[in-house]
């Protein structure tokens, strides 16, 4: 009913710069927090950045200067632009989003994206 698109990811040199984009699409009523995750061969899952429908945001300590997560509410799109790559920035990133559903009213539910692959050169 819920399905989240990613696009952007790729292969850039450090110091290089991407930008990733996730759309919702579906049986949407509206969205409350929306995020980007990732997941580096071998390690755990985590968090890079999230945003609220409000608009505020919070990252992880590793990407804070670097990483700007947005989002255009009436596309029901979150973006990630990423600045300064590094290396150990390399993994599968994957979008999040708590989604009610006209079906469900009044139920979130978590919702993810199939995950694109950034990749950085040193």
């Known amino acids: 009913q819920v399905q989240l698109v990613e696009s952007g990811g790729g292969l850039v040199q450090a110091g290089g710069s991407l930008r990733l984009s996730c759309a919702a699409s579906?049986?949407?009523?509206?969205?409350?927090?929306m995020g980007w995750y990732r997941q580096a061969p071998g390690k755990q899952r985590e968090l890079v950045a999230a945003?609220?429908?409000?608009?505020?945001?919070n990252y992880a300590d590793s990407v804070k200067g670097r990483f700007t997560i947005s989002r255009d509410n009436a596309k029901n799109t979150v973006y990630l632009q990423m600045n300064s790559l590094k290396p150990e920035d390399t993994a599968v990133y994957y979008c999040?989003?708590?989604?009610?559903?006209?079906?469900?009213?009044?139920?979130?539910?978590?919702?993810w994206g199939q995950g694109t692959q950034v990749t950085v050169s040193s």
């Open positions: 999040n989003a708590y989604v009610t559903t006209t079906q469900a009213m009044g139920v979130i539910r978590s919702h």
């Open positions: 945003i609220t429908s409000g608009g505020s945001t």
């Open positions: 579906g049986s949407i009523f509206s969205i409350s927090n």
